[in-house]
């Protein structure tokens, strides 16, 4: 019986489920086109990879360039987003206006996953709002609290691999990950956060929480990093203010988005932008994955183009 199975071919391939994972889960904000403004979330990505992506730049030929299934695990990420919408209004926290557009007239675009409706009770000592309304402010939607008794919470949701969410434990949201931070902060700046809860799932907690035990037995007090009864190896939730941000990192942010805009106008052409690091870089400075293991869509076109000359107002946290 078990040596008859073995002459059975598969009537689907890898390579074609793969595939086919980019048709099936392909939202309408994400296909090509030209943009004229770039996206809140790739506005941390290397100035070239951006201008590719607002020219509406060809992915390159080679299978090499861009993981097959990366659209299953943006995927994995959506339905988990949905769980943990569930979960809060379960908590009496209802998640509202997920998915809106930015305000036309923001240098960017995107969508940030919603707002929380928390009620402010009385005698309550943490941070909150409620009855929450549009309002327009120069042409695009603004949010208000009438009540005036809170802060106007945002909700962000991440799904992360292994390693990603290993090293928030570690070092936390702002030195782990500041693509996260610029993203919230800007989403907030254009609709009028006050915070940000942000909740961060682990798409492997089995690894995360074998990784936790091996660490916790560490004879070095110095590299121990497991704090069992704050981190959780599944989820942790976090929260951010963003009032400090918005002049401190968002005018620089803002700064960026701009310079693209004009750059598509004035010249339009990605390989006249400089890339911020080398295309084969391999290191672990912020953002280097984009080129260097593979994921970008124009890893090949970036080495074929050469080092551009048109300089972007660099991040930032890396001035």
């Not at 607002?54 to 988990?80: H, K, Y």
Request: charged share 25%; proline share 7%.
């Amino acid at each position: 019986m078990a040596k008859s199975l073995l002459k059975v071919f598969s009537p689907v391939s890898t390579e074609k489920f793969l595939g086919a994972a980019f048709e099936v889960f392909e939202r309408p904000e994400n296909r090509p086109q030209r943009r004229l403004k770039p996206r809140v979330s790739a506005l941390c990505d290397d100035a070239r990879q951006i201008a590719y992506m607002m020219a509406n730049t060809p992915a390159s030929d080679l299978q090499v360039d861009f993981r097959p299934d990366s659209a299953i695990t943006a995927e994995q990420g959506r339905v988990m987003e949905d769980v943990s919408a569930r979960i809060m209004e379960w908590l009496g926290i209802p998640v509202i206006h997920r998915q809106i557009e930015l305000p036309w007239d923001y240098p960017l675009t995107g969508h940030p996953e919603g707002v929380l409706a928390v009620q402010c009770l009385p005698g309550d000592d943490y941070l909150c709002a409620a009855d929450y309304h549009w309002r327009e402010k120069e042409g695009g939607p603004l949010y208000h609290n009438d009540l005036g008794d809170g802060l106007v919470w945002g909700w962000e949701h991440k799904c992360y691999g292994r390693w990603t969410y290993e090293d928030i434990l570690k070092k936390g949201l702002f030195e782990s990950s500041p693509e996260v931070i610029a993203q919230i902060a800007l989403y907030g700046h254009a609709l009028g956060w006050d915070a940000c809860l942000v909740t961060v799932l682990s798409q492997d907690a089995s690894s995360v929480l074998s990784d936790m035990n091996k660490n916790a037995k560490v004879k070095n007090p110095a590299s121990l990093w497991v704090d069992y009864e704050a981190m959780n190896p599944k989820v942790t939730l976090i929260p951010v203010d963003l009032r400090p941000l918005y002049d401190t990192v968002v005018p620089a942010l803002l700064s960026r988005a701009k310079w693209f805009t004009r750059w598509l106008l004035e010249d339009g052409d990605p390989a006249h932008v400089a890339w911020e690091m080398e295309p084969d870089y391999v290191g672990k400075e912020f953002n280097s994955w984009n080129w260097g293991t593979g994921r970008s869509q124009w890893y090949s076109r970036a080495k074929l183009d050469g080092q551009g000359t048109l300089v972007a107002p660099p991040l930032p946290w890396r001035t």
